[in-house]
């Protein structure tokens, strides 16, 4: 008896193969849809409503946000301008020193908004 050749092996194991992507693809995670936070620009009256989007955001899609860094990213992708920018700035400048962020830039948000 001769050994199968790679066609024999290939067409043996297509259908097997569709399958299992078939079963993978119905086990696939859907997201639900959150309505994307709003531009921050540093007014105190807007602080808590953009604070609110970006935890409903952010915790309604968990799986797109495995660490505090990659969170703390997107959160400065919504301050745009005003009072805050200086704060955002040093926040990149942080980032791209390899800088642990969450605590740095609470105690200076925090001091931001104060100011």
Known sequence: ?????DDEVNGFLSPRKEKE?????KEEVHLP????PQPFHGT???TKSFVSSLILYIYGRKAEFPSNE???MFALSYIQGGKVQYWKNEAINLI????ELSNIL???WRLSLVI
């Open 33 to 36: 849809k959150f309505v994307l």
């Open 96 to 99: 791209a020193a390899g800088q």
């Open 106 to 108: 609470l105690r200076r």
């Open 21 to 25: 992507q078939e079963e993978a693809k």
């Open 70 to 72: 990659l969170k703390i």
């Open 1 to 5: 008896m001769a050994a199968p050749d």
């Open 44 to 46: 105190m009256k807007d």
